[in-house]
């Protein structure tokens, strides 16, 4: 499998059954419950270059004069996404403000803090990090499950954060 393959996985069997019990429906990357006259929102975003994903939670109003989302594209009301919505709330991710699946190297710098490199599996084996760099974190299906824990429990700070800014709205 690979790394990719891998997350995924580790991601529906611990976050995606979580976000199930808590009412969610939907399919990766993209969930929603509705709650009374709120519809709650969770996107999964991927890195344009690979290895890593974020994840963002948000709320609409339907029929709300604040309703904190505009339609576009051809979206209706039963089809918005996260990325629609006009403020959210973005997980902080474990390094570098993302949840990283590849192999991790990182290095720290008075001038320029924590450096990360990101290494693809398929690079992984020949990769020889520039100097200072360390390998911090080498992916596999332990590392997953980490990660996956580490979404799960910024989950439960963002639902904090999506109650408080549904009673603001109100």
Same mark, same amino acid.
């Given at each position: 499998? &690979?790394?990719?393959?891998?997350?995924?996985?580790?991601?529906?069997?611990?976050?995606?059954?979580?976000?199930?019990?808590?009412?969610?429906?939907?399919?990766?990357?993209?969930?929603?419950? !509705?709650? #009374?006259?709120?519809?709650?929102?969770?996107?999964?975003? @991927?890195? %344009?270059?690979?290895? &890593?994903? @974020?994840?963002?939670? %948000?709320?609409?109003?339907?029929? $709300?004069?604040?309703?904190?989302?505009?339609?576009?594209?051809?979206?209706?009301?039963?089809?918005?996404?996260?990325?629609? @919505?006009?403020?959210?709330?973005?997980?902080?991710?474990?390094?570098?403000?993302?949840?990283?699946?590849?192999?991790?190297?990182?290095? $720290? &710098?008075?001038?320029? #803090? @924590?450096?990360?490199? $990101?290494?693809?599996?398929?690079?992984?084996? %020949?990769?020889?990090?520039?100097?200072?760099?360390? =390998?911090?974190?080498?992916?596999? !299906?332990?590392?997953? *499950?980490? *990660? =996956?824990?580490?979404?799960?429990?910024?989950?439960?700070?963002?639902?904090?954060?999506?109650?408080?800014?549904?009673?603001?709205?109100?």
């Amino acid at each position: 499998m &690979s790394n990719k393959e891998i997350m995924r996985a580790a991601l529906n069997t611990h976050v995606v059954s979580h976000l199930r019990e808590r009412g969610f429906t939907g399919q990766y990357p993209h969930f929603r419950r !509705e709650s #009374g006259v709120t519809v709650d929102l969770i996107s999964f975003q @991927t890195n %344009s270059w690979g290895g &890593s994903f @974020t994840v963002e939670v %948000s709320a609409i109003f339907p029929g $709300s004069a604040n309703p904190n989302y505009q339609l576009r594209g051809g979206k209706t009301e039963q089809t918005l996404t996260v990325e629609y @919505t006009i403020k959210r709330h973005r997980l902080k991710g474990m390094y570098n403000g993302w949840f990283h699946y590849w192999d991790l190297y990182s290095r $720290s &710098s008075i001038f320029l #803090g @924590t450096e990360y490199i $990101s290494v693809p599996e398929k690079e992984a084996k %020949s990769f020889v990090p520039a100097k200072g760099f360390k =390998c911090f974190q080498k992916f596999d !299906e332990a590392q997953a *499950v980490i *990660v =996956c824990q580490n979404v799960n429990a910024q989950l439960e700070d963002a639902f904090v954060w999506l109650e408080r800014f549904k009673k603001e709205q109100m």
